[in-house]
Structures are given as structure tokens and as C-alpha cells.
């Protein structure tokens, strides 16, 4: 699976060093802080506010449910669009709607039903800043070598952002009210958006930015290139693409296993009365991940895109299922940590795939996808799990979570290996005697 050379140009140093790239994800990193600080920020606003965390809940939940809905129709509009019309509007109205929510909340005693709606609406116009990203990404780095680093790197700072948006609505609490943290938010989504679009990749969007590569075959009579009026009235479609369709497959079955772990983590550390360490062993996972991103980017694959995604999905399931037996948390943080050596790397596989399956003027729609399934596995896998947990041992709810993304590896590898057969040419026949 690994190549024998690594060649220095493809490092993550030349990634940063490609003209605009740094200019261009250090905007888009400070936008999607904004989601990293929101769930922590909105739970503790809206509970201060109506003096429930049943109903912070029962908000947040609605927002983040209308946003993983609604991504799909939100990046086809910058598809059709473009990414420089678009987004300013949808981020604008974001900031403007999480404002709104953090004022309602800055008196007490506000309806919760008025929450809600407000909550709802601002899910529904959530800028989708990682797919836009990541098909920046894709523009800047035609070599494929520096795109798969890249999205290493990208799934990497994500995981860094969901550990420090936390933190900084804590530091914010110590001076503040929690309504600050959901301005804070808004405002770090806003000028982040604003950053992105004044970039020169999405001003300059449809000219070539990265370096020069050789020139390929030509391009199909009904292609277009992103950004122009042709593209912008063209509806591109992601059926027929089998890549981008086993992108968002194994994607679910991820999130419904890592949905999962928090609440195992939880039931793990209460049984043995140490429920102080559910931190210590989440991080665990996260430093795994940070880890294995970076290694997976650095190292030269010779394997194609979509095994290597199949064969990431099913390590981490397999981990995952085996932490259950951990004898004590010493041992669970270990296991988790060495499953979350497979979570970037799998996020990051699954978003290339998807780009390498989807036309250029349906990347962003093809990245919303994957994230919104991911997302909604990920929900949905967090409630089944509470259910298990009440009529299980505990033991057996860790092979049960970590089975979806078992069972996605092996359907897509399957499927990955009839296609390869049913294309190779048939023998030829014997000559007739």
C-alpha cells in the first residue's frame, strides 16, 4: 500500500507554501471556530436563559439537525452561484440570526419556542465553510500528492478547533455572560466568510492558481469551469458518481461510531465511579486523531482512493469494537487513542474521494454531502446509543456502535471489487476450426 519514495516537493510545507493557501485556510479556520465554540456557547445561553438544559438541548439539537439537513441545498447554492455571490449572504445572515439568538437569551425567562424558531432558522443558513475549503483546496493543489495532504492537514485543524472552541467560551465565562460566546461565534463566522471571499482563489475563481501540471485529456464538450455563467446555470447532479455515493456511505457509518463513543466513554468511567476522566480519555481520541492525520498525509499511498478508505473505516470500527474489553480507563484511553489513529485519516479519505469523483462544478455539493452524513450519523447513532446502554451490557454496546463502520467498509469494498471485475475485457474466443 505505501510507495517506495516520498518526493520533499510534496510535504505539508509545500502545501502552505502554494501561493494564497495560507492566506486562504487561515480564513476559513477562523470562521469554522465559530462552530467548534457554538455548541458549548448555545447550550449554556439558552439554558441560562430559560433556566432549563432540557430545553438548551432540545434548541441546540434543532439547529445543528436543520444545518446537517439542509448542507446539501446550501452548497449546491454556492455550486450555481458561486462561491463569491453566495457566501457573504448566507454568513451574513447567519451572524445576524445567531445575534438575534444571543440577545433573546440575554433576558431571562425568554420563550422557548421563540429560541427554537430562531435557533432553526440560523441552522438552516449555516455557511458550509469546510466543503467550500476543502474544494478550494482542490483548485490550489492540482497535484493530488499535495491534495491528499492537505486534507490531512484540513481534518487535522478540525479536530484542533472542536478541542479549542471549548476553551474559549470558557475563558470568555470568566469575564462574560454565556450570550457572548454566541456573539463571538456569529462574529467569527462572518469575518472568516468575508476573509475567504476576498481571497484571491475565490476573486481570481476559475484561472489557474496552484502550480502548473501537465496538460490532461480534453475536457468534455458539456464541462464548465466553477465560477462562470455557464456552470452557474448548469444543475450538476452527484448520481452516476460511485465514488462520491461510497464517500457519503462510509462517512454515516463513521459518524454513527464516533457518535457513540462519548456516550460509551460516559457509561464506561460512571461504572467505576471515576467520572472525572471522560475528559482525559476523549482527548485520547483526539490526540490519536491529530496524529494519524498528519502521519497519513505524510506518507506516500500507492493504494487507490476508495480502498484505502474502505480498509481506514474498517481499522477504526475493529478498534473501537475492542476497547470494550478494556480492563480498566488506563487501558480504555489506549484504545481509544489508538482508534482515533484512523479518524482523520478516514475523514480525510472519504473528502478526497468525493472530489475525485464529483465534476468541478459539483465539489462543494459533493464535500456537503459527506459532512452531512457524517453529521447525521453521528446524531443518530447518539440516541440509539442511549438506548443501548439501558438493556445491554456494557461490553457488547462497543462492537454494536463500532459495526456501521465495519459493515460500510466491507459493502463498499465489495461493490469496489465487482465493478473492477465486470470492467476487465473478456478473453477473446477461440478461433473457429
Same mark, same amino acid.
Given at each position: 500500500?505505501?510507495?517506495?519514495?516520498?518526493?520533499?516537493?510534496?510535504?505539508?510545507?509545500?502545501?502552505? =507554501?502554494?501561493?494564497?493557501?495560507? =492566506?486562504? $485556510?487561515?480564513?476559513a479556520l477562523s470562521g469554522r471556530l465559530s462552530y467548534g465554540m457554538l455548541s458549548l456557547s448555545g447550550v449554556l445561553a439558552v439554558g441560562h436563559a430559560t433556566g432549563s438544559y432540557a430545553t438548551a438541548g432540545t434548541v441546540m439539537g434543532a439547529f445543528w439537525l436543520t444545518g446537517v439537513a439542509l448542507s446539501p441545498a446550501r452548497a449546491a447554492l454556492l455550486d450555481r452561484y458561486g462561491i463569491r455571490r453566495a457566501l457573504p449572504w448566507l454568513a451574513g445572515a447567519y451572524a445576524v440570526l445567531l445575534t438575534g439568538l444571543a440577545l433573546t437569551c440575554a433576558r431571562s425567562?425568554?420563550?422557548? !419556542? +421563540?429560541?427554537?424558531?430562531?435557533?432553526?432558522?440560523?441552522?438552516? &443558513?449555516?455557511?458550509?465553510l469546510g466543503p467550500v475549503m476543502r474544494t478550494l483546496w482542490s483548485e490550489l493543489l492540482p497535484d493530488r500528492r499535495l491534495l491528499r495532504r492537505a486534507y490531512s492537514l484540513d481534518?487535522?485543524?478540525?479536530? +484542533?478547533?472542536?478541542?479549542?472552541?471549548?476553551?474559549? *467560551?470558557?475563558?470568555? &465565562?470568566? *469575564?462574560? !455572560?454565556?450570550?457572548?460566546?454566541?456573539?463571538?461565534?456569529?462574529? &467569527?463566522?462572518?469575518?472568516?466568510?468575508? /476573509?475567504?471571499? @476576498? @481571497?484571491?482563489p475565490v476573486r481570481h475563481r476559475g484561472r489557474p492558481m496552484g502550480p502548473e501540471v501537465p496538460p490532461g485529456p480534453p475536457a468534455p464538450a458539456n464541462s464548465t469551469l466553477p465560477g462562470t455563467a455557464s456552470s452557474a446555470r448548469w444543475r450538476p447532479r452527484?448520481?452516476?458518481?460511485?465514488?462520491?455515493?461510497?464517500?457519503?456511505?462510509?462517512?454515516?457509518?463513521?459518524?454513527?461510531?464516533?457518535?457513540?463513543?462519548?456516550?460509551? %466513554?460516559?457509561? $464506561?468511567?460512571?461504572?467505576?465511579?471515576?467520572?472525572?476522566? !471522560?475528559?482525559?480519555?476523549?482527548?485520547? &481520541?483526539? /490526540? #490519536?486523531? !491529530? *496524529? #494519524?492525520?498528519?502521519?497519513h498525509g505524510a506518507v506516500p499511498w500507492r493504494a487507490a482512493t476508495g480502498p484505502r478508505l474502505s480498509l481506514l473505516a474498517a481499522a477504526l470500527g475493529v478498534t473501537l469494537a475492542?476497547?470494550?474489553?478494556?480492563?480498566?480507563?488506563?487501558?480504555?484511553? %489506549?484504545?481509544?487513542?489508538?482508534?482515533?489513529? $484512523? *479518524?482523520?485519516?478516514?475523514?480525510?479519505?472519504?473528502?478526497? +474521494?468525493?472530489?475525485?469523483?464529483?465534476?468541478?462544478?459539483? =465539489?462543494? =455539493?459533493?464535500? /456537503?454531502w459527506v459532512n452531512s452524513a457524517f453529521n447525521a450519523g453521528s446524531a443518530v447513532a447518539t440516541a440509539a446509543t442511549g438506548w443501548l446502554l439501558g438493556r445491554l451490557p456494557l461490553p457488547w454496546c462497543f462492537p454494536l456502535?463500532?459495526?456501521? /463502520?465495519? +459493515?460500510?467498509?466491507?459493502?463498499?469494498?465489495?461493490?469496489?471489487?465487482s465493478r473492477s471485475r465486470s470492467r476487465r475485457p473478456a478473453a477473446p474466443a477461440a478461433p473457429a476450426r
Open positions: 500500500m505505501l510507495a517506495s519514495s516520498s518526493s520533499p516537493t510534496s510535504s505539508y510545507a509545500a502545501v502552505l =507554501r502554494t501561493p494564497h493557501a495560507c =492566506r486562504t $485556510f487561515g480564513a425567562g425568554a420563550p422557548g !419556542v +421563540l429560541l427554537l424558531v430562531v435557533a432553526m432558522a440560523a441552522g438552516a &443558513l449555516t455557511p458550509p481534518a487535522v485543524a478540525e479536530e +484542533l478547533l472542536l478541542v479549542s472552541g471549548p476553551l474559549l *467560551v470558557g475563558a470568555l &465565562l470568566r *469575564v462574560t !455572560v454565556p450570550a457572548v460566546g454566541l456573539v463571538t461565534s456569529a462574529t &467569527l463566522a462572518l469575518a472568516g466568510s468575508l /476573509a475567504l471571499v @476576498s @481571497s484571491p452527484l448520481r452516476g458518481c460511485p465514488g462520491t455515493g461510497a464517500a457519503i456511505i462510509v462517512a454515516a457509518g463513521l459518524g454513527m461510531c464516533l457518535g457513540s463513543v462519548e456516550l460509551l %466513554v460516559i457509561a $464506561f468511567a460512571d461504572d467505576r465511579h471515576r467520572p472525572e476522566t !471522560v475528559a482525559w480519555v476523549l482527548a485520547a &481520541l483526539s /490526540a #490519536g486523531s !491529530v *496524529v #494519524g492525520g498528519l502521519a475492542t476497547a470494550g474489553l478494556a480492563p480498566h480507563l488506563g487501558a480504555l484511553a %489506549v484504545w481509544t487513542a489508538a482508534g482515533g489513529l $484512523f *479518524v482523520a485519516p478516514a475523514l480525510s479519505t472519504a473528502y478526497l +474521494l468525493a472530489d475525485e469523483s464529483a465534476t468541478a462544478a459539483a =465539489r462543494t =455539493r459533493a464535500g /456537503a456502535a463500532a459495526a456501521p /463502520a465495519v +459493515l460500510a467498509a466491507v459493502v463498499i469494498l465489495s461493490r469496489s471489487r
